[in-house]
């Protein structure tokens, strides 16, 4: 950051009106109590507000229902309300509904609410999310025979993100266990939430902009920058978070792409 | 099997001086109280020895340590011994003291006593094997932490396996949560056990017999069959254990390879 100057940032700002921050890393670290705000976060958020930029929080939080999630937020501080969040569960109860799927909910009890309605009898398809202690190997053992036995394996994962910071320590996200039951089966899981265009172009249209106007800001080099950028919004990386120095980290480069 | 005829076995027969035998899903079916016999196996372990054919149990068990392995297997009633055994843990155990690798342990408790005497202090390497209910997401966590801080990340793995079959269902192997591990260090493990040529080879030598004089017998397409048959043996697959018919099963064609 020290090296740029101000016509480099100028340059990197020019037209925008609007940014899309994710939240895990960004603005909070989860952990012990709910976690805590990331230095300067609340305030950040506050001055975005004032300054007239539109702003979506877009993230790929499958642990908690928006209600909650947005619950959590607020008491650590944060202007944020459940209108200003884009999420992959409501995506994935449209994908549902759409293909008459009935899931197997591999996913973390507080979110079930976001489900609420969904026919789950004699399921015909796996939704798997950050199920955390969930993850047993009685549960994941279930949704692999479920999974194994359907004629037209169905495999939804509510992001793909490998791992994310909590206040003790780096922990396993969604993506690794989407991988076990991809190879455990031998099918494709399809991703909801970020990379995917989809929810990056769902955000855009909440916002009412074109994603030239905007830039993404996130811990992830893969769901966060590289997701982003494949819609053709800019997008920056920041070094909290699951931020992890990279060969030329000594040289005071950033593993972003302004 | 029906459609073979005799001359066609004698050919697939012709100069076999010994048999490799996969053990869970061939002899016997894992599960509540230790499992049982597949009906035919105690009898035919039995015919084999008395033809003279040398015999090897080539298995990639990884949930339980060899002497523990065998008591099941002589509680059930085979003619079996430690020493007729050839399995992954101490092909590991090689691979540790060669490298000076120190193992974090992320295995069944029944296993350990395989890695009595190794050095697991400050691990530098992860050994994965069937864990079974032990692959929590509190361990499989504490696996991730060790080796995604590790510069130079060594992730051993015991065995690839997709599933296995117990009595009461299919039940996921070491190698979905390989993978996840895998994913989350975007690492490679070193798979020790079949597939890897090693394995046969190790198995081979201990015979005394070349590849084309053997017949791998097992349920898994790839772990069993396709590992013997790429170091020269032949293979054939069985219809018990985890098999499952393929689309021309109701032909009467078996996924084998003579």
Same mark, same amino acid.
């Given at each position: 950051?020290?090296?740029?100057?101000?016509? #480099?940032?100028?340059?990197?700002?020019?037209?925008?009106?609007?940014?899309? &921050?994710?939240?895990?890393?960004? &603005?909070?670290?989860?952990?012990?109590?709910?976690?805590? @705000?990331?230095?300067?976060?609340? $305030? #950040?958020? #506050?001055? =975005? %507000?004032?300054?007239? &930029?539109?702003?979506?929080?877009?993230?790929?939080?499958?642990?908690?229902?928006?209600?909650?999630?947005?619950?959590?937020?607020?008491?650590?501080?944060?202007? =944020?309300?459940?209108?200003?969040?884009?999420?992959?569960?409501?995506?994935?109860?449209?994908?549902?509904? $759409?293909?008459? &799927?009935?899931?197997?909910?591999?996913?973390?009890?507080?979110?079930?609410?976001?489900?609420?309605? /969904?026919?789950?009898?004699? @399921?015909?398809?796996?939704?798997?999310?950050?199920?955390?202690?969930?993850?047993?190997?009685?549960?994941?053992? %279930?949704?692999?025979?479920?999974?194994?036995?359907?004629?037209?394996?169905?495999?939804?994962?509510?992001?793909?993100?490998?791992?994310?910071?909590?206040?003790?320590?780096?922990?396993?996200?969604?993506? @690794?266990? /989407? %991988? #076990?039951?991809?190879?455990?089966?031998?099918?494709?899981?399809?991703?909801?939430?970020?990379?995917?265009?989809?929810?990056?172009?769902?955000?855009?249209?909440?916002?009412?902009?074109?994603?030239?106007?905007?830039? /993404?800001?996130?811990?992830?080099?893969?769901?966060?920058?590289?997701?982003?950028?494949?819609?053709?919004?800019?997008? /920056?990386?920041?070094?909290?978070?699951?931020?992890?120095?990279?060969?030329?980290?000594?040289?005071?480069?950033?593993?972003?792409?302004?």
């Amino acid at each position: 950051m020290a090296a740029a100057t101000s016509a #480099a940032w100028a340059q990197r700002l020019a037209g925008v009106r609007g940014l899309l &921050l994710d939240v895990s890393g960004v &603005l909070y670290d989860g952990g012990e109590g709910g976690g805590a @705000p990331i230095p300067g976060s609340v $305030e #950040a958020v #506050a001055r =975005i %507000k004032q300054s007239g &930029l539109k702003l979506r929080f877009c993230t790929n939080e499958s642990q908690k229902s928006r209600d909650k999630f947005v619950g959590l937020l607020q008491r650590l501080g944060f202007d =944020i309300l459940v209108n200003e969040v884009t999420s992959p569960a409501p995506a994935a109860c449209r994908i549902l509904k $759409e293909r008459g &799927l009935r899931p197997y909910l591999l996913v973390h009890d507080d979110l079930r609410s976001e489900f609420d309605g /969904m026919d789950t009898s004699n @399921p015909n398809c796996i939704i798997i999310a950050d199920a955390a202690e969930g993850f047993s190997y009685q549960n994941l053992n %279930k949704a692999f025979q479920v999974l194994i036995n359907l004629e037209n394996p169905v495999l939804i994962s509510l992001g793909k993100g490998r791992y994310y910071k909590e206040s003790d320590g780096l922990m396993l996200d969604v993506g @690794p266990y /989407m %991988k #076990a039951l991809e190879y455990a089966c031998d099918v494709q899981a399809e991703v909801v939430g970020k990379p995917a265009p989809e929810f990056f172009q769902a955000a855009l249209k909440e916002m009412g902009l074109e994603a030239h106007e905007t830039i /993404m800001i996130g811990d992830d080099i893969v769901n966060d920058v590289g997701g982003a950028q494949r819609c053709g919004m800019r997008a /920056m990386q920041v070094r909290t978070g699951k931020f992890r120095c990279g060969p030329f980290c000594h040289l005071g480069k950033r593993e972003e792409s302004p």
